[in-house]
């Protein structure tokens, strides 16, 4: 059905079965209890951050993490980059195990494989955006002019230039985020961490920062695990994601899976006022070519409806649907282009 | 408390004289059983005076231990004798260059037949060099009150001692900055040191500094390092302290940054939590250069030159006239060193396009500094005058001020003394006698039971403990006149500061004037408070508690004005709206509010005086500090450290006390 799931990706980083509960005894108490339930946990006086989980990072992808405040986002992304040890559990990392690592791998993989970006930044104050953006690179022992002109040439990717030697305190909370994305592609990670990077921006800077992160991963093709708890960011910038409630992921799909196909009531509730346009694909509205027509216009298969709508509704005749590789496919109408529009999905 | 009453249903009425009676009722039982002990006083004398065969000879044990560790102990390589030496050895070297530098000159050959190779900096170059430091941290205004204070050090022919002084402050400080900056680090890497540490800290910070001179006389002899490494000692406990809360203070997200960023673990300290927790760091530099310059006039009881030596042989000469002019001079170099550190540690945070270092690159600041030093070295065998301030040049108000005392004790002689027996005769004397009188276990009774109330059982063990000690190891007499003077001049700095911190809240122009006062006294190193005072009232406990009740008075002041300014403005507001007039308001809500807050005061007035009393056994008072000072005087290291503790023990027991009511009457009042 859905076209991603005929060519699967390679998994870049991966964890199964992840527990993470905090407080006194947390060893002892998951040793002795399979799979306890979220009471069974809080009636042991801990907390149950993270229960069970199991998610798959492809390569190229963005994979969102989504829940409300306190579900266990940021801990499970902190598993996943060892900044805290799980409780039990699995996680590969390129087809190793991570957790086996030993402190000095973990210095190398971190310096030259991850990168990530902070909610409220984490700039050194008393560096320059040069000085931030090329750190991750004086730790590795990069001489100073070769990672100065690294540096340079990121902080333009980011749109930047001409702040080099601002400090961070002279900036916007937008550019600090640049500043902070610049930071952690500077060593250009494998994968790409991010927790809530946009989160203390005001909406119009967020809206600004999403269509960036969308243009930089156009170009970088990174595999990126980002949190957010804005269900409409999730779904702008999510090729897949996840959905958490006290430390379990309840669902896992494309946006489209979420919205189509809530796995439960809690996932119904989320994306009940989502507009269906906006998740949808063309594909699950194709229908199936004419036989011998000719079309003039195609749209692609992966597209969302909104993005094609006015085309579609404006046109004389019916769109010709392909796919990636160019091939017709189908076609769409526009009585369904409508139908979805108006929202009787 | 009063609105509540007032709230109450009359239904409640019984319980709340319940309530009373459970609150006080262990009171009036312990008071009536405190006046049975009066009724059979004859038959348990013990119990009021605590008998001498019972007392634990703690000091002598403490004594000979020290003898053991310093004649007999080894640590297998080499002897404590011998490490005591090294020590010295090794801090002789930077003190020695220091005092090349500033004071002597370099010199080759011994003793007097040593002549100088290569003259000291030039007093024009020194000052010229304070004034560039002082554009460069901050602006003019900082700069001239740099140069004015320079210029003092030489107009008055202070600029010799003053520079023996110095070349211990530059070298002391470093070493104190750096010492304390590695246990800090240390206690912020293993939670187990740091455990250990804190009460290591409380106990320094409480214990008087003359009951740790006394080892470091022992250990490391009569001379300027040992008088430096107490120096050091003395300084360096809040440099660990704000150490270790800048560390902590650093943002999560930054050492989460470090460690995804890859750092190791030297990296992560030194490029990122130092840098990122600077200005917590430099407050503890600040905090460590002004206890070095409150240590000068102490530390030259163990053989520091210098200013402080000047000062403590006016003081026990009585010649006020030259110890007016040193004591000024120390003042002074407080007052500009701390606000130097202190414009250096709240710079504003750099700005792009500027030089963000100060001292390194090509700075026209160094430059300056620079030319001048070298200048005044080509110029100084030409032009003396430039080398060394011209001793004909010099100014001095020492005879002058001593005619003033002299006409001051003619014409006020009879007054100041009339005031002065007055309240010792009505105030002082019968207050020290009550307390002397005072059964030493009753004492302890009431202790317990506050403790107690205040804190559960384990509050209770520990505050009887450190009362206790005091009694068993005989220093209760002693520890009585110290309560004594502590408590008279708490009380009065307290009747003082409250009113004046309460006012100068209410009071925007009044508030300004307040802090500036404020910001000074608590710059003044102690020893500046007993030079006036004994020069007006003579030696004795009058004298003593005139310099504690000035020494304490800060911090009465400025918590109060903090407590009443931190109440919500809503609440004012909801008060006036209710019809409050400015009286009702200060007495029915700000007062209520701010009183734990005024508390917090008042222990922070008790831990001062306390510190500044042992101080003032200079000027013969018969207390714990003139103990310790004996002892000083006589190398007893038990005797001092044991007075010294019980000085401590006092200090906690009122510190345990009081801050955890405070604590709770916050939580109490939804405050915190
Ligand atoms: N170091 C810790 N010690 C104890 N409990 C913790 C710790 N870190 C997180 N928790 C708890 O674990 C749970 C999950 O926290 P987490 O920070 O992962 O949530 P989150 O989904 O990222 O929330 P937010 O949107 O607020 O960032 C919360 O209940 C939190 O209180
Ligand atoms: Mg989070």
């Known amino acids: 059905m859905d076209i991603r799931d005929s060519a699967p990706k390679k998994v870049k980083l991966s964890c199964s079965n992840l527990w993470k509960l905090f407080g006194q005894g947390a060893d002892r108490f998951l040793s002795t209890n399979k799979n306890p339930s979220h009471q069974a946990v809080v009636d042991a006086g801990l907390i149950g951050a993270v229960r069970g989980v199991n ?149 119009l800077i967020r809206r600004e920062m999403q269509d960036e992160f969308l243009r930089l991963q156009s170009v970088l093709k990174k595999s990126i695990a980002f949190i957010t708890h804005d269900f409409d960011e999730a779904i702008r910038l999510a090729d897949r994601m996840a959905i958490m409630k006290d430390g379990e992921v309840i669902q896992v799909g494309t946006p489209e899976d979420l919205v189509m196909r809530p796995a439960t009531e809690y996932v119904a509730e989320f994306t009940k006022d989502v507009p269906r346009a906006k998740v949808l694909t063309v594909m699950s509205i194709v229908h199936d070519a004419r036989e011998g027509h000719a079309y003039d216009n195609f749209v692609l298969a992966t597209d969302k409806i909104d993005a094609v709508a006015e085309r579609v509704l404006d046109a004389k005749h019916g769109f010709g649907v392909q796919d990636e590789s160019g091939r017709i496919i189908g076609e769409v109408n526009q009585e369904d282009v409508t139908r979805i529009l108006i929202g009787r999905g | 408390m009063t609105f509540t009453t007032s709230l109450r249903h009359p239904d409640e009425a019984d319980s709340a004289l319940g309530t009373w009676f459970k609150t006080y009722a262990p009171w009036l039982l312990l008071f009536s059983l405190v ?21 634990i000879p703690l000091r002598f044990w403490i004594s000979d231990a020290v003898k053991w560790l310093y004649n007999d102990a080894t640590f297998g390589l080499f002897t404590f004798k011998e490490f005591t030496r090294g020590v010295s050895w090794v801090l002789e070297w930077p003190l020695t260059l220091a005092k090349s530098l500033l004071s002597t000159g370099f010199l080759q050959g011994q003793g007097s037949d040593a002549v100088v190779v290569w003259p000291r900096l030039a007093w024009v170059a020194l000052t010229a060099c304070a004034v560039v430091v002082a554009l460069a941290v901050a602006d003019i205004g900082l700069a001239l009150l740099v140069a004015a204070c320079f210029l003092y050090l030489a107009v008055f022919g202070q600029w010799e001692s003053a520079m023996v002084t110095s070349s211990s402050i530059v070298i002391a400080v470093p070493l104190g900055v750096a010492g304390g900056l590695a246990l800090g680090i240390a206690a912020h890497r293993h939670p187990i040191f740091e455990k250990i540490l804190t009460p290591v800290l409380d106990l320094m910070q409480t214990v008087p500094v003359f009951a740790y001179l006394v080892p470091i006389l022992v250990l490391f002899g009569f001379n300027p390092v040992a008088a430096m490494i107490a120096t050091i000692i003395y300084a360096m406990p809040p440099m660990v302290r704000n150490t270790m ?202 202790v317990a039971l506050s403790g107690y109330r205040l804190g559960g059982a384990k509050l209770a063990v520990l505050v009887s403990c450190l009362v206790t000690f005091i009694a068993v190891t005989g220093q209760w007499p002693k520890a009585m006149v110290t309560l004594y003077l502590v408590g008279i001049s708490v009380f009065i700095a307290s009747i003082i500061g409250i009113p004046i911190g309460i006012w100068s809240a209410r009071h925007e122009r009044a508030d300004r004037v307040v802090k500036v006062i404020i910001d000074t006294l608590q710059t003044l190193p102690a020893f500046a408070y007993l030079m006036p005072v004994v020069m007006l009232f003579r030696v004795g406990d009058f004298s003593a508690m005139l310099a504690v009740i000035a020494y304490s008075l800060a911090p009465a002041i400025r918590y109060s004005n903090l407590g009443i300014r931190q109440i919500d403005p809503a609440l004012i507001e909801a008060a006036t709206a209710a019809g409050c007039n400015r009286r009702q308001l200060l007495w029915k809500v700000q007062l209520p509010l701010a009183l734990p807050e005024i508390m917090l005061g008042v222990n922070q007035t008790i831990m001062l005086a306390l510190s500044m009393l042992v101080i003032t056994a200079l000027v013969g008072t018969r207390d714990l500090g003139q103990e310790v000072y004996i002892a000083l005087t006589k190398a007893d290291i038990g005797r001092g450290l044991v007075a010294g503790i019980c000085v401590a023990f006092i200090a906690m027991t009122a510190d345990r006390l009081i801050s955890p009511w405070s604590v709770r009457r916050k939580k109490l009042l939804g405050l915190e």
């Open chain 1, 55 to 203: 998610i798959e990072i492809h390569e190229g992808e963005i994979f969102i993490i989504m829940g409300l405040s306190g579900s266990g986002k940021s801990t499970v992304v902190r598993c996943l980059s060892r900044l805290i040890e799980p409780t039990c559990g699995e996680i590969l990392f390129d087809g190793s195990n991570l957790l086996e690592a030993s402190a000095k791998e973990l210095i190398e993989i971190r310096r030259h494989k991850m990168g990530m970006v902070f909610q409220h930044f984490a700039l050194l104050p008393h560096l320059t955006v040069l000085g931030n953006v090329a750190f991750p690179l004086e730790i590795q022992g990069v001489d100073r002019k070769t990672r100065e002109q690294r540096a340079i040439e990121i902080i333009e990717l980011v749109g930047l230039e001409g702040r080099e030697a601002y400090y961070p305190r002279e900036l916007s909370g937008g550019q600090q985020q640049r500043v902070g994305i610049a930071r952690s592609l500077a060593v250009e990670p494998d994968i790409w961490f991010l927790d809530e990077p946009f989160s203390a921006l005001d909406p």
């Open chain 2, 35 to 55: 006046g049975l002990l009066y009724g059979i006083a004859e038959y348990i004398p013990w119990a009021f005076k605590y008998p001498r065969e019972w007392v």
């Open chain 2, 245 to 446: 809360l800048a560390l902590h203070r650093v943002p999560a997200e930054i050492v989460d940054f470090g460690h995804m960023a890859g750092c190791s673990k030297r990296q992560m300290l030194w490029k990122v939590m130092v840098p990122s927790a600077r200005g917590g760091l430099m407050v503890g530099v600040n905090q460590v250069i002004m206890l070095s310059l409150n240590m000068v006039i102490i530390a030259s009881m163990i053989g520091a030159g210098g200013l402080g030596r000047d000062v403590l042989t006016a003081l026990r000469r009585l010649n006020f006239g030259a110890g007016l002019e040193a004591s000024i001079a120390i003042t002074l170099i407080a007052i500009a060193l701390d606000r130097v550190s202190h414009a250096f540690a709240h710079k504003p945070p750099p700005v792009h396009g500027k030089n963000a270092r100060i001292f390194l690159g090509s700075n026209p600041y160094l430059s300056i500094a620079l030319l001048t030093i070298a200048g005044t070295w080509a110029l100084g065998p030409v032009l003396p005058a430039i080398q060394t301030y011209p001793e004909n040049w010099q100014v001095t108000t020492g005879p002058m001020v001593n005619d003033l005392m002299q006409w001051l004790n003619v014409n006020f002689f009879d007054t100041i003394e009339a005031v002065k027996s007055w309240l010792l005769i009505n105030a002082m004397i019968p207050f020290k006698r009550f307390l002397l009188s005072l059964p030493w276990i009753a004492l302890v009774a009431v």
